[in-house]
Structure formats: C-alpha cells, structure tokens
C-alpha cells in the first residue's frame, strides 16, 4: 500500500473513484496530477495514470448484425507415396469440391482454398500437406447443404478432415459508424452524472482509445480476403446463431471544467 502524504491526505477529498455497472469510471478533480486504479484505463507499471480535472469512462454498445453471412471452413491432411502424388490428388479433390458446391449455387467467388506450398515427409507414410477450403454462403438454411458437400467425396489419401462454421458480417465497415456513436452517447451520459456528482461541467473530449487495460484490441473482418478489418470490434455470435452481434468498448476522458457563475 502506498502511503499518502499530508498534503495527499488534505486534497483526498478533492479525488473520487467509482466503478459503474456499465464499465470502468474514474473522476478526478485536483490540482495536481493524481492516480487510482480503474478497470479498462490505460496502465503503467500497474498503475492507471489519471490526468488532473478530468473523468475517464468505458462507453460500450451492441448492434444486431443485419446481414450475416457463414463462413464454412473445411481442412484436411492429403498423403500419398511422392510430392507429385499429394499435388495431383489436390487438384482432384478440389474438382470435386467444387463441382459439389456449384449444384448448390456456391459462386466460383465465394470458394476460396490454398495451393499445397508446406509438405511433410514421413519414411513410413509418404508425403502429405495440409490444405483448406473455405466456403462464404450467404443463403440462410445453406449451411448443412454445404458441409455434406465438402465432405462427400473422401477418398483414402484424405486424413483428418474437419469443419468449422463461423457467422461474420458482410461488411463490417458499415456497422462501425453507429455503433461508435452509440458507445460515445453511453460514455457522455456517464461522464456527465459524474461531473454534476463532482459540482462541474463537463467540457470536451480529451482522448478516446478502443485498447483496454490488458491490452488487446478485438477485430472483425468480413469473409473474403479483401474485407475490411475493424478494429476495437468484436462479434458476440458464433456458430449458427441466427442473429449475431457485434459489441464495441470505448475507453473516453473528457475534461472537468468549473460551472458558470451566471
């Protein structure tokens, strides 16, 4: 425990810390800098650092995504007698699989699969590589149709197959703008309950931040490699929920400033 001097001891009453329901909260009014530990600030040496007259807020807001699409993704092993072998039985399988996904209406676009560049080689089992196929389907219900699809042919040179099926937004960009918006008007709405608890008014932003304390800062990107990746977003629904979410926490300090006299 650190311990207060004199002058600290007098001016204790002048800084306040609270912890909302909603998110970290941390209100300072002092002269001098002042510190105190809040959840979701940004650290140093274990520390929260707070800047003077000022109040630091977790503003946080969900979004039901309007146009989710599934992301369906198929790996497995190929391993055969040579090098040539595994390259050729590739190239078979993804006729296959292609083939498959095209009765079901799959756009050749919305295919996506790696070329073998990583082989393994074992003395007793011959040469194998890993590979992925990932399917964007965007026709809800489709899901099954197209798991039965890329596993339907399975020939013996095909190892440890397995799928995995993720909802994304189509263009995450899009949901960005009103979700920021509605974790900014959440983070006012707090800061202002507290500057009136402090007797002031609260002035501008000083600083905004999506890093949490820890440090990492959650993304999502849409299903094609060309898709936009947004930062400080993340989904809340995964697997084949049919309304996901996408949630975002902003991390906003606004100044304190007196209250007009008049």
Known sequence: ???????GRRSRAAR??????????????????????????????????????TVTVEGAATQVVSNPVSEVSYSFNIQDG???AVTHDWAVMEAHIRKGLHRLGIPAGDILTTTPSSYNSNQNSGPSASEQVNVV????????????????????????????VQILPLNPAVLWKPL?????????AQAQALAAEANKSLGGVVSISTVPAQGYVQSVSGPYPTS?????????????????EVSTQIFVTFALVPKSSS
């Open 1 to 7: 425990m650190t311990k207060m001097s004199a002058a």
């Open 16 to 53: 306040v810390s609270l912890l909302a329901a909603a998110g970290a909260i941390a209100l300072t009014c002092a002269p001098f800098a002042a510190s105190a530990s809040a959840m979701g600030l940004p650290q140093n040496g274990g520390m929260d650092l707070l800047l003077p007259n």
């Open 82 to 84: 040579s090098f040539h």
């Open 228 to 244: 936009q990746t947004v930062s400080g977003m993340q989904m809340n629904g995964y697997g084949n929920q049919v309304a996901p």
């Open 137 to 164: 389907v965007t026709k809800p219900g489709q899901v099954p149709a197209v798991l039965n699809a890329l596993s339907a042919y399975s020939p013996n040179y095909v190892q440890n197959s397995y799928s995995n």
């Open 180 to 188: 920021f918006h509605a974790a900014m008007e959440s983070a006012r």
